[in-house]
């Protein structure tokens, strides 16, 4: 399976201002996923991310609150934009099956 | 997907003795079934998987059953040692090969001496 460098790994930020994460893949993957996980809760996919076309969001989340950048094989962003205390979660990148359904890190965000 | 609570629920063994971890998932299309172990401050790891041709899937301590008549999968850990203790899910999703998973509630196992 393929190994997954996600960073930051954890920030807190002051409310209204904009933290992009990113994920770096030691291998060409078509899709990468995108994951949400609430204190204390489980895992809510955000959103698909395909190399060349745009990101499709899940329900509940939308591309100008959560904008992706998958601008080539082995790369993408998530970005969290304005972001509130509601935000405060983990966020975390994964690969599909091809590729072992491996999770990045995680990126544990806390605005303050 | 399914909903989620606030709360994990917790089961706590003794060092030693063997854990049950229960799961019931919601799509009855689903094809392939994971198992993760989540330690704090890290990312899902990968324990086991089954696809759904299969009822029984073992691995080095660990055993993966699943009925699908009920939508249910079971998750369980020989000899549990304190290293065990973290947060389990499981993870459902159809056919292997480029979908998104959903995962279960999650169940917090704590190990005690």
């Known amino acids: 399976s393929a190994v997954i460098s996600q960073k930051p790994s954890r920030d807190i930020c002051q409310r209204g201002t904009s933290l992009t994460i990113q994920c770096q893949v030691d291998?060409?993957?078509?899709?990468m996923f995108w994951y949400r996980q609430q204190p204390g809760q489980s895992l809510t996919l955000i959103a698909t991310?395909?190399?060349?076309?745009?990101?499709?969001?899940e329900s509940g989340f939308v591309i100008d609150k959560f904008p992706i950048s998958r601008p080539n094989l082995t790369f993408s962003t998530l970005t969290v934009s304005n972001m509130s205390p509601e935000d405060s979660s983990i966020y975390l990148c994964?690969?599909?099956?091809?590729?072992?359904?491996?999770f990045g890190s995680g990126t544990r965000l806390t605005v303050v | 997907g399914e909903s989620v609570g606030l709360h994990l629920p917790t089961l706590s063994v003794q060092e030693g003795d063997n854990s049950i971890i229960n799961c019931a998932y919601s799509n009855s299309a689903s094809d392939y079934f994971i198992w993760y172990k989540q330690e704090s401050g890290k990312g899902p790891q990968f324990i086991i998987d089954?696809?759904?041709?299969?009822d029984k899937r073992q691995g080095q301590r660990v055993t993966v059953l699943l009925n699908k008549t009920v939508k249910h999968l079971s998750l369980q850990i020989a000899a549990t040692q304190p290293g065990d203790s973290a947060v389990y899910f499981c993870a459902e999703t159809f056919s292997n090969s480029g979908y998104a998973l959903n995962f279960g509630k999650g169940t917090s196992l704590l190990v005690t001496p």
């Open positions: 291998s060409q993957v078509t899709m």
């Open positions: 991310a395909n190399q060349g076309s745009e990101a499709t969001y």
């Open positions: 089954i696809r759904s041709n299969m």
């Open positions: 994964s690969l599909g099956g091809d590729y072992g359904y491996t």
